[in-house]
C-alpha cells in the first residue's frame, strides 16, 4: 500500500515536498514515480526513480524545477516542488512496480493521490 501526503495550497513560486510512504511490502527492487491529474485531462507522468535510485527521469514541464528522491530504509519517495506555477494544479499520485515504460500508466501499486493547488 502506497500513501500520498505533503499537497496543499501554495502561491505561484512557492515549494512543496510530496512523500510517499509504503506499507505492507518493501520497495526497494520497484522502481517508482510521481504521477498527476489535473480536472478534465488524463494522469501524466511527472517523475521516476530507479529501484536504486540512481537513475531519475522527469517530464519536460517540470525538468530543473521538481526533484524526486527516495529513502528505501525508510521505505519513502518524495518529490520536492520548487518554482510552482499555476500548471502545476493537479491531484498527484504514486506508483512503484510500473509493468511497462515509467512514462506508462500501467503501474502494479497506486497511492491515493495528494492535491496541489498552485495559486497566480
Known amino acids: 500500500q502506497l500513501q500520498a501526503s505533503g499537497g496543499g495550497l501554495v502561491q505561484a513560486g512557492g515549494s512543496l515536498r510530496l512523500s510517499c510512504a509504503a506499507s505492507g511490502r518493501t520497495i526497494s527492487n520497484d522502481d517508482m514515480g510521481w504521477f498527476r491529474q489535473s480536472p478534465g485531462k488524463e494522469r501524466s507522468f511527472v517523475a521516476g526513480?530507479?529501484?536504486?535510485?540512481?537513475?531519475?527521469n522527469y517530464a519536460d514541464s517540470v525538468k530543473g524545477r521538481f526533484t524526486i528522491s527516495r529513502d528505501n530504509a525508510q521505505r519513502k519517495m518524495y518529490l520536492q516542488m520548487n518554482n510552482l506555477k499555476p500548471e502545476d494544479t493537479a491531484v498527484y499520485y504514486c506508483?512503484?512496480?510500473?509493468?511497462?515504460?515509467?512514462?506508462?500508466?500501467?503501474?502494479?501499486?497506486w497511492g491515493q493521490g495528494t492535491l496541489v493547488t498552485v495559486s497566480s
Open positions: 526513480i530507479s529501484y536504486s535510485g540512481y537513475t531519475t
Open positions: 506508483a512503484a512496480d510500473p509493468r511497462n515504460s515509467w512514462s506508462g500508466n500501467i503501474w502494479n501499486y
